[in-house]
């Protein structure tokens, strides 16, 4: 059973950064792809960015150029830099292991105008 562990949200204002991280474990972390999704309230849950074993990277249009996603297959570990963040960025942040079902708790980032 995959799990995964995510930290690092909270409340920063516009213009601000943050740095997500997602502790996976029960699972062989370096051949897997991994993704940093998001739900805003009253919207469905949607794709921000993800990361290939292999460390292609992906983004949503709405991220590029803010935010990158990275992973240190030793740790264990995928991040989430976020930079320049806006308040439509507000939101439930998940990590999630590409092609599984597995998902985390969710962290929760609040962006204040």
């Known amino acids: 059973q995959v799990q995964l562990v995510e930290s690092g949200g909270g409340l920063v204002q516009a213009g601000g950064s943050l740095r997500l991280s997602c502790a996976a474990s029960?699972?062989?972390?370096?051949?897997?792809?991994m993704g940093w999704y998001r739900q805003a309230p009253g919207k469905q849950r949607e794709l921000v960015a993800t990361i290939t074993s292999f460390g292609n990277t992906n983004y949503a249009d709405s991220v590029k150029g803010r935010f990158t996603i990275s992973r240190v297959n030793a740790k264990r570990t995928v991040y989430l830099q976020m930079n320049s963040l806006k308040p439509e960025d507000t939101a439930v942040y998940y990590c999630?292991?590409?092609?599984?079902?597995?998902w985390g708790q969710g962290t929760q980032v609040t962006v204040s105008s």
């Open positions: 029960g699972t062989i972390f370096s051949v897997k792809d």
């Open positions: 999630h292991t590409e092609g599984s079902a597995s």
